[in-house]
């Protein structure tokens, strides 16, 4: 059967080249790189180069501003957690985020919020794009953070978190600008020494890295309390044993990213729009969810009007097409998206909305066979769906 995978938000297959440059980490080069001896030392000369990729790939303006982590939700904890420990007072204590971004970062709002400080949540319009005007009217003298990612992983909006971190700095200079990176890195074009933003993270295997390695990038100059306290790894600020193998992996994964973008945004964004209009223009009760201005080139997110998104899946499931029905963080639970809530997706589609997210290893022949069914799917269950009078309205000839 065919294996079409189309969840690549979710996360993506390691790349060889990346595999391949890891598997001497595993070997022969397994010695500390916190130790003294030569084979120590060229485990951590390892460590740095990976560094220098990483930072050429988010455009640092040092290596040095680069700190790795375990994953995307660990580079995002450290963040928030660290500025609040290091920089919040009695007095300032408010705290600014979306309503759209990833429990990575929700999570530890609530957890702060819980604790006593003032947590403001900005909305979205009904393309899922930022009510920017109300974002930069909330900042005032007492605001420590803001947090806003870069896009979003279930509908692939881009947020302008660019000349958003020089707006805020403009209203209070001291407010701290984290910007979680995740579903950016290696779809648009990222140049941080350009930018006001303070920490963006980054997670390997959201592009092609393994999982359990990620990356914190902290501009010069600013401080934060670590999440971990033990050894004087990554310059005391963030303990543990480096993760040899894994962090080479990502300096690999960063560099060929880099020599992606173009394809990303050629290729992928081709098969992403012939997969996207495919559905939209033969399924009548399809209504895109993805409708943000600027978005990234891999993904589309659609509802299926009066069809439950679960059974969507399994139906799919079952032809070898793989797909989400928005983030895995969440999926289990019968909740709708808090993403598509916070836009005002429609009740009617809210439930069958799914994400088809695609990577640079999607082939043509793939989409094709992704189109020749998912019609075929939608079909079948609209004759089982108990929306049978709005139906009829949409497929009369049924
Ligand atoms: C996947 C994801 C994360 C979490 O990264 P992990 O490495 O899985 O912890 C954070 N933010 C966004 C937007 C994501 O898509």
Do not use: W
């Amino acid at each position: 059967m065919k294996k079409i995978y189309l969840d690549n938000n979710a996360t993506t297959k390691v790349d060889e080249k990346v595999l391949d440059e890891m598997m001497p980490y595993f070997k022969e080069g397994y010695a500390n790189p916190s130790s003294m001896y030569d084979p120590a030392r060229e485990s951590a000369k390892a460590i740095e180069t990976a560094r220098e990729k990483v930072a050429d790939f988010l455009g640092a303006k040092s290596p040095g501003e680069i700190i790795f982590t375990s994953c995307g939700t660990e580079s995002a904890n450290t963040a928030i957690k660290g500025v609040i420990e290091k920089h919040a007072t009695s007095e300032n204590n408010h705290i600014i985020t979306t309503q759209i971004e990833h429990p990575c970062v929700l999570a530890p709002y609530e957890f702060l919020a819980k604790k006593g400080y003032e947590a403001t949540y900005i909305g979205v319009n009904e393309n899922g794009e930022l009510n920017i005007e109300t974002l930069l009217s909330k900042i005032s003298q007492k605001t420590v953070l803001v947090s806003i990612m870069h896009a979003n992983n279930e509908t692939g909006a881009v947020y302008p978190v660019e000349e958003l971190s020089k707006e805020i700095k403009k209203r209070n200079k001291n407010t701290k600008v984290f910007v979680d990176g995740v579903q950016a890195a290696g779809k648009i074009p990222i140049n941080l020494k350009d930018t006001e933003i303070d920490f963006y993270s980054i997670s390997g295997h959201k592009f092609h890295a393994p999982k359990g390695v990620g990356a914190l990038y902290v501009k010069k100059g600013n401080l934060f309390e670590p999440l971990l306290h033990g050894g004087h790894q990554e310059n005391l600020l963030r303990a543990g044993t480096q993760n040899t193998p894994y962090i080479v992996g990502l300096g690999k994964a960063s560099e060929l990213a880099k020599n992606y973008l173009e394809y990303e945004n050629t290729e992928v964004k081709r098969l992403m729009k012939k997969l996207e209009n495919g559905i939209l223009s033969t399924v009548k009760n399809a209504k895109l969810n993805s409708k943000s201005q600027k978005r990234v080139p891999n993904t589309t997110n659609i509802g299926f009007e009066y069809i439950e998104g679960e059974l969507i899946l399994l139906y799919l499931n079952d032809l070898g097409i793989y797909a989400s029905s928005g983030s895995a963080c969440t999926s289990g639970s019968l909740d709708p998206s808090h993403v598509l809530r916070a836009q005002k997706t429609p009740f009617t589609s809210l439930h069958g909305s799914i994400r088809f997210s695609l990577s640079r290893y999607t082939t043509e022949d793939e989409i094709d066979y992704a189109l020749e069914n998912i019609p075929k799917v939608i079909e079948k269950l609209a004759k089982i769906s108990p929306f049978q009078k709005e139906l009829t309205a949409l497929f009369p000839n049924n």
